[in-house]
């Protein structure tokens, strides 16, 4: 694993009404959705990292910091930035950002844990036999 601060990478999503609050139920207007901001975020922030994972990890969120600043209309595309900052053991702390066509559209902080993909699945799993 050769994970260190200052790894970043991006997402990229057209806004349509499909991923708008309206469709995805977290308001009652035709803008882009939160939940997707915040999704957006996660993909970059796990494409900063993925490749520098071993064999069988991969990371999960844990926690997200985020503020949605300005409303974003279909017809636009929105981008994700995210940037390690932290490395603490299997802890990841990243600095994420949204933009719009015009404008910044979110800013906060991303956590994300390294995990053993099977042996988390396998966890979850256990659920369903309890």
Do not use: Y
């Not at 939160?34 to 926690?63: D, Y």
């Not at 600043?69 to 981008?79: E, F, I, Q, Y």
């Not at 990243?94 to 933009?99: G, I, K, T």
Request: hydrophobic fraction near 45%; aromatic fraction near 4%; glycine fraction near 6%.
């Amino acid at each position: 694993m050769s994970l260190s601060p200052g790894l970043r990478a991006e997402a990229k999503m057209a806004v349509t009404p499909d991923n708008c609050a309206q469709a995805v139920g977290s308001g009652a207007v035709e803008v882009f959705a939160t939940p997707m901001m915040i999704a957006l975020m996660e993909q970059a922030a796990a494409r900063a990292v993925e490749p520098h994972l071993a064999e069988g990890e991969t990371t999960v969120g844990t926690r997200v910091d985020v503020q949605h600043l300005a409303a974003t209309p279909p017809g636009m595309t929105v981008r994700a930035t995210a940037v390690l900052e932290r490395v603490d053991g299997r802890r990841l702390v990243f600095r994420v950002e949204a933009f719009d066509d015009r404008e910044q559209i979110g800013s906060g902080t991303h956590e994300r844990f390294i995990v053993r993909a099977a042996k988390f699945l396998q966890r979850a799993r256990e659920k369903e036999l309890s």
